[in-house]
């Protein structure tokens, strides 16, 4: 029962566009969302969250959304640069007290020069 | 502050023999985590902690074994390493509901 879906396991996009990466969830629980790139052999890293309580947060190239109502979430990467790619993971808490976060299986995003 | 640690780098372990992966914070978290990454998949839960003394099931716990007798270590026990067991392991942490914080890996090999 995959809580966090990533439903693009891969996506290509032109230096200097804009990536979009999206995500769905079927928890109403969850409540903050939060978005890590991963290189090869390293871990992953923390990118941007957002709270429930938004429906954007912004960070220089980065924008994430979200709709409660569709259950949905996506990052945008505007303008995208060859350093973007890299796999990219959305993940979510469900609500004060818990312990474990969810993730989708992730999205790998390549940027052609 | 050095965040979440990880030995050995890599590793090549012959099937059934056993190691210890080693993890450490420094952010006093209370929550510790072990993932693992399978080529092209995403990340499995094996084993998490929620404090010194507490742990519990992931999704993927069998062959495994895990201690947390520190705020700062929770480190991973593989017995009777098998060829399944070959792939990406990461150590995180984090505070309750807050961002996590991962380790840089450590790659294994069963052969």
């Known amino acids: 029962d995959q809580q966090v879906k990533q439903n693009s396991p891969s996506l290509s996009v032109q230096e200097g566009r804009i990536s979009i990466l999206n995500c769905d969830y079927t928890n109403s629980m969850f409540d903050y969302f939060l978005w890590y790139k991963k290189y090869p052999a390293e871990g992953p890293t923390f990118l941007i969250s957002?709270?429930?309580?938004?429906d954007k947060n912004e960070d220089g190239r980065f924008t994430v959304f979200l709709n409660k109502s569709a259950k949905h979430l996506s990052l945008h990467i505007v303008p995208s640069q060859p350093g973007d790619s890299a796999v990219y993971f959305c993940?979510?808490?469900?609500?004060?007290?818990?312990?474990?976060?969810?993730f989708g299986q992730g999205t790998r995003l390549t940027i052609n020069p | 502050n050095a965040g979440v640690t990880q030995t050995p780098k890599f590793r090549i372990l012959k099937i059934g023999q056993s190691m210890t992966l080693q993890c450490t914070q420094d952010m006093n978290h209370n929550y510790m985590y072990w993932y693992r990454q399978d080529p092209g998949m995403g990340l499995k839960l094996i084993y998490y902690s929620v404090g010194a003394g507490i742990t519990d099931k992931g999704e993927v716990p069998n062959g495994y074994n895990v201690s947390r007798s520190t705020t700062e270590d929770f480190p991973l026990r593989l017995e009777l390493a098998a060829p399944s067991q070959t792939s990406v392991y990461f150590c995180?942490?984090?505070?309750?509901?807050?961002?996590?914080?991962f380790g840089p890996g450590t790659r294994l090999l069963v052969l």
């Open positions: 993940a979510a808490w469900e609500g004060q007290g818990a312990q474990k976060l969810v």
């Open positions: 995180a942490s984090s505070n309750p509901t807050e961002t996590q914080y």
């Open positions: 957002i709270s429930s309580i938004k």
